[in-house]
Nanobody, 115 residues
Framework: QVLLVESGGGLVEVGGSLRLSCAAS????????MGWYRQAPGNQRELVAT???????NYADSVKGRATISRDNDENTVYLQMNSLKPEDTAVYYC?????????WGQGTQVTVSS
């Protein structure tokens, strides 16, 4: 059974930074794609960033220039570094991992940016 566990969320001031981590367990192989999504109250879940096994990276326009996604394939871990945080970055951040036709989600970690 695949399990994704996020960490690193919390309360941060406007302009601050944080680093989210997501450790995946239960898979013998590296995931094809790993990424981060977020959902603010009243909004749909939206993509933040994804990184594929071959290295292709995709960012949402709203975080380009402020976010850096990376992964450790040996540890099946994905990271999200967010800088220059804004109040609109406040959301629950979810880790996602894809292997073949299966998509897995973490339980989410709250990020709150205070002004």
């Amino acid at each position: 059974q695949v399990l994704l566990v996020e960490s690193g969320g919390g309360l941060v001031e406007v302009g601050g930074s944080l680093r989210l981590s997501c450790a995946a367990s239960g898979s013998r192989s590296s995931f094809d794609g790993m990424g981060w999504y977020r959902q603010a109250p009243g909004n749909q879940r939206e993509l933040v960033a994804t990184i594929h096994l071959g290295g292709t990276i995709n960012y949402a326009d709203s975080v380009k220039g402020r976010a850096t996604i990376s992964r450790d394939n040996d540890e099946n871990t994905v990271y999200l570094q967010m800088n220059s945080l804004k109040p609109e970055d406040t959301a629950v951040y979810y880790c996602n991992a894809v292997y073949l036709w299966n998509s897995y989600w973490g339980q989410g970690t709250q990020v709150t940016v205070s002004s």
